[in-house]
């Protein structure tokens, strides 16, 4: 508290009133001192004057007596200079002056001729008389010996002052130095008086400065009276309400801050200036920003660098929502600016939302590739059928043999209609459904001799050769489901027959290791050109983009669909001209039975 400045204003006031009053007093001492003194002196010599001038007597025997006996040795007995007037005699009688008195002696004398006419008015006439050349005043006590006027003369006692002087300063010396003493005795309680004075006054503002802080837990003492009391409760009382307010607010920003970031979308808000105000972490995750939380990325820089501060701007000053879609890496952002426009009609600033639509654009322009595609398979074998339709409804086809072949042209183009909707169906089916398949221990050489059974009769129609060499009986079995992934070989068997010229080979094989087995149904055929490799598995994609060659360009997707559920991967290799070798990767069992999760029955355990 004593390095506060408050306590030293209070203290130098203090102690300087205090040094104010001392000094005053002296001054005022000095004035009134000498007055006071002379008086002293005066009343004090005055009765000395009377029975001296009783001594003198009223005949002149006795005055000459008095004048040899007591005026002559006046200024040893007395200390001051005694002087007889004789109005019988033209002498005036005074004791021996000193010799810095001589040059004066006959002021003096006239002096107290003046006072001896006085006499005639009162007892003693007493006054201060100061001449030059002398450093000191001198006091006159003049009284009358005998009757006044009428006596034989008047006696004067010369006292100088200088004696009273040397008083006066020898007191204000001690009234200094006591002065001096008590102004140093009494600094301790000015201290104290101070630091008690100023005690609430510090109380209440270690609180305010704790506020300021941001700290409103302090409290002031309230233990002080009168306006300090006051003080101290209206301060209390500011930080309680203010704690209150603040935990409100802060709770409110919290929620809100909260909301924000639960919101799927993006969300920047800034203030007239265009100044970031609020910004939620989703607006970093729909730009693909990756934040580094030690230097975060400051939201007003960012809309600097992106110029989506520019947007902002556009949205305040035309007060309506601007929208855009922006194209950042790869990513397509639509960007609505809203601006907040108030009661006055000014806008307060602005609120953007930005939503990445890449999935949902990519999806709508799947859909739409998806009815491009839908209609235009429909479309190819409708038409077919129109044009044979139309002249058999007509009659124009006479010749039966004609009528026989457009009759199996109808049927063959109904049953490709037939088997494109078999198989959107049977793909939307698998589409539609999330949930894995029931996966079970799962022999593979069933599986491999149920495909070449199926399978043999329509390659030798082909007049391919379909075999599945070496030994299945030491394959491990796998974690799968039988039906699908024979389904997946089947689709593997049906493409490598459609695409293999007549004299190819197509043979199954697995192989396997302790993790996976992976059975490969490698064939002779046309192969798959480089740059369609990565397409095989998109619906209805076919290397014949005419859509001529049989087949719906559905198979290898539904086949895709079910190595989904299947928990199986699908993977190709192909050379043009040379063949392909389609293969799918499933876990043996052993490996899948390994990392399943122990359970132990409780009623079955001791
Ligand atoms: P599709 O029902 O038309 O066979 P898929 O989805 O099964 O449809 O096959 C898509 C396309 O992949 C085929 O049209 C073909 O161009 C190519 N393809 C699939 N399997 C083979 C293969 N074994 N050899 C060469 N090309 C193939």
Redesign the pocket.
Known sequence: MRSSLLFRRVFTLLAAALILWIVLTAILYAFIARPVFTDMKAREIEPLAHILADRAGLTDDSLDNFVHETVGYANEMFGNWMFVISRNTPFIFHTPLPDSMTSIRQEIVSTVSDADRQLAKADSVVFTKSFKGQSSAFLFVVVPIGAPLDGPGSLAIVQPMSEINAGILSLNLALLTSSLAILLIMIVPIMLATMRILKPLHSVRRVAMAMSAGDFSQRADESASGEFHDLAVAVNHLAGELSSLIAQLTFERNRLRQILNSIAEGIIAVNKEGLVTECNLKVWDVFGVTTDMSRPLSPDVFLQTTKLNEFFHDAMTMKQDVAHVISKDHRQIYCLITPLINERGTHDGAVGLFRDITESERLEQTRRDYIANVSHELRTPLTAMRALLEPLAEDMVRKEDDKKRYYAILLRETMRLSRLINDMLELSRLQATDDSAELCIVQLEPIISNVLQRFQPVAEEHDVSLSAPGSMSDCPNVWSDPDWLEQIIA?FVD??I??TPKGGDITLGIKADSDTAAISVR?S????APE?IDH?FDRF????RAHN?P???????IASEIARQIHATLSVK?EPGEG?I?TVHVRTADAAIKDMPVTIDAEESP
């Open positions: 689709i493409n490598a459609k695409f064939d055929g046309v192969g798959i369609d095989v994609f076919k290397a014949d060659e087949g719906t360009g559905l198979g290898l997707s192909s392909s389609f």
